[in-house]
Antibody, heavy 116, light 115 residues
Framework: QVQLVQSGAEVKKPGASVKVSCKASGYSFTSHDVNWVRQAPGQGLEWMGWMNPNSGDTLYARKFQGRVTMTRNTSITTAYMEVRSLRSEDTALYFC?????????WGQGTLVTVSS | DIVMTQSPDSLAVSLGERATINCKSSQSVFSNSNNQNYLAWYQQKPGQPPKLLLYWASTRESGVPDRFSGSGSGTDFTLTINSLQAEDVAVYYCQQYHSSPPGHTFGQGTKLEIK
């Protein structure tokens, strides 16, 4: 079955960077976009961007351009998202999700806490 | 950027009754190329990732009970839950995909509770 398994929780200081991984299994990794969505505590869902695992092409939401990078390693069917210059407002649960239009499979989420 | 606005922000419905959630897009999400609306609905329960319920505005994802239905086109959409069950308590989100400008946007969410 389709599975997306994310890396564990992270605690970072303001100004640092974090890199979250998303290991895909149960389907052809290069056939579906990987999206990243975040959810601040008690808040709604915020789409951050997507990556085409086949070509490596990316599209970032305007808010995150210049501060977020999405990459992948096709040999281990893993997608990555790095966020730089972290601030307290980046404290959130970060999800990877599979899909080109709608998101039919989601990772379990990775909690990133930014605190001094 | 496209803005998705859901209403209401929260609602309480009695067991067995109908719940209706609305979603309005700031511009059309209808695609002339395939005659589909790029609109999906998700259910999120506490401590869980969102779950896809409907895509193309009205097509149920595999395994989703048929008490969940979607309607609408262009800019106005509705999620209807018939015969509300206790396990339907959750936050529901609409989401659009648009090609120009490209990207995805979620509504702010609607919290559904039992009255």
């Amino acid at each position: 079955q389709v599975q997306l398994v994310q890396s564990g929780a992270e605690v970072k200081k303001p100004g640092a960077s974090v890199k979250v991984s998303c290991k895909a299994s149960g389907y052809s990794f290069t056939s579906h976009d990987v999206n990243w969505v975040r959810q601040a505590p008690g808040q709604g869902l915020e789409w951050m961007g997507w990556m085409n695992p086949n070509s490596g092409d990316t599209l970032y939401a305007r808010k995150f351009q210049g501060r977020v990078t999405m990459t992948r390693n096709t040999s281990i069917t893993t997608a990555y998202m790095e966020v730089r210059s972290l601030r307290s407002e980046d404290t959130a649960l970060y999800f990877c999700a599979r899909g080109n239009h709608d998101f039919d499979s989601w990772g379990q989420g990775t909690l990133v806490t930014v605190s001094s | 950027d496209i803005v998705m606005t859901q209403s209401p922000d929260s609602l309480a419905v009695s067991l067995g009754e109908r719940a209706t959630i609305n979603c309005k897009s700031s511009q059309s999400v209808f695609s002339n190329s395939n005659n589909q609306n790029y609109l999906a609905w998700y259910q999120q329960k506490p401590g869980q990732p969102p779950k896809l319920l409907l895509y193309w505005a009205s097509t149920r994802e595999s395994g989703v009970p048929d008490r969940f239905s979607g309607s609408g086109s262009g800019t106005d959409f509705t999620l209807t839950i018939n015969s509300l069950q206790a396990e339907d308590v959750a936050v529901y989100y609409c989401q659009q995909y648009h090609s120009s400008p490209p990207g995805h946007t979620f509504g702010q969410g609607t919290k559904l509770e039992i009255k």
